[in-house]
């Protein structure tokens, strides 16, 4: 069984687990928050797991408050702001570090697997965030923003990251999804 398995993780209602509760499920894990632009990614995310949580996929919802504070809420005003404005039913987690000396055992498992993350090319999200200073120019294997994904197989292999402005729409991401589902 894969270690990714045995990381603790705290859900948002306070509940010490590990992830091992989604052995053999391909998962999509995000780092999410509610004050951002890509927050209305939440719907899309939770249509994706509404239509394919039979088939065998979970998404789960990291929140974390790393990104220009956009995320300064308890979990229960997450939880509430997630079910009530977007209607999320996938699982959620309490906050967490994602990048830093702090950051949490799963994304320094996540990160470790993949560092690269796919892009957009000409990536507006990206020209947006070099604008204003809270970018680099050279390659960096944190987390960029808030709604990078990652996806790991039934067997707990981490097989793709994907950057913030990729959405669960993009043929990139999707057909990663996919292929995940059918193997």
């Given at each position: 069984?894969?270690?990714?398995?045995?990381?603790?993780?705290?859900?948002?209602d306070g509940q010490d687990t590990t992830l091992s509760e989604y052995n053999g499920k391909v998962m999509l894990i995000v780092n999410v928050a509610s004050k951002c632009g890509l927050t209305p990614q939440y719907e899309q995310l939770e249509s994706l797991y509404?239509?394919?949580k039979d088939k065998g996929l979970v998404v789960l919802g990291f929140p974390s408050n790393e990104f220009a504070g956009q995320e300064p809420g308890s979990e229960d005003e997450i939880q509430d702001f997630c079910r009530s404005t977007y209607g999320v039913q996938f699982p959620m987690f309490s906050k967490i570090c994602v990048n830093g000396a702090n950051r949490h055992s799963l994304y320094k498992t996540l990160i470790s697997a993949q560092p690269a993350r796919k892009e957009v090319e000409n990536s507006a999200l990206l020209a947006k965030l070099k604008e204003v200073g809270l970018l680099s120019d050279g390659p960096t294997s944190d987390v960029l923003w808030n709604f990078e994904k990652f996806l790991v197989s039934k067997k707990g292999?981490?097989?793709g990251r994907f950057a913030p402005d990729i959405t669960v729409n993009d043929p990139v991401l999707a057909d990663a999804i996919k292929q995940e589902l059918q193997a």
């Open positions: 069984m894969s270690a990714l398995y045995d990381i603790e993780v705290t859900k948002i509404e239509s394919n292999e981490i097989v």
